[in-house]
């Protein structure tokens, strides 16, 4: 298990690395006009995507048909599994300045805080199945297997 961890940080990190690289050789040739219209879009997209987030966990909440000892539950797993846009990426002129151990503790400490991340999302998870009954974690499952399938095909789709 520990290996497997090992390689999704190590293959995160690379990721990133190339990312940032390719980014900064973006920016550069970006002109400052460029960067604010990007911006504006970054800010629309944010929006769009809190708004499809939202709309996701009504339907789920609605198929679940939650009964009122179980709102609750609910409401404290939605909080703790709501997204954050990721200010950690907001500073890439910084990274842009970095030497290249500097970048790469900083994609090191980006890749520790998302696991942490994760382990408190799944923290959440276990408490809120916990509430379900066995209708509603199958439910709760096909969905989240659904997502999932939605979720590589996109990324399959981005790259």
Not at 119 to 143: G, N, R, W
Request: net charge positive; hydrophobic share 40%; no cysteine.
């Amino acid at each position: 298990m520990m290996t497997s961890l090992r390689k999704r940080i190590a293959i995160g990190m690379t990721v990133l690395s190339l990312g940032t690289a390719a980014f900064s050789a973006y920016a550069e040739e970006t002109p400052a006009q460029g960067r604010h219209a990007h911006a504006a879009n970054k800010e629309e997209a944010k929006a769009k995507w809190q708004e499809h987030f939202a709309q996701r966990q009504q339907r789920l909440h609605d198929s679940l048909k939650l009964t009122a000892q179980q709102e609750p539950a609910w409401a404290t797993f939605i909080a703790a599994i709501k997204p954050e846009m990721n200010a950690a990426h907001s500073d890439r002129a910084a990274a842009a300045n970095m030497t290249a151990p500097q970048r790469m503790e900083k994609h090191l400490e980006m890749a520790k805080q998302h696991i942490a991340k994760q382990e408190s999302h799944l923290a959440a998870l276990k408490t809120f199945y916990a509430v379900l009954s066995p209708e509603q974690q199958k439910i709760f499952d096909e969905q989240a297997k659904r997502l999932h399938q939605h979720r590589r095909g996109m990324m399959r789709h981005h790259h």
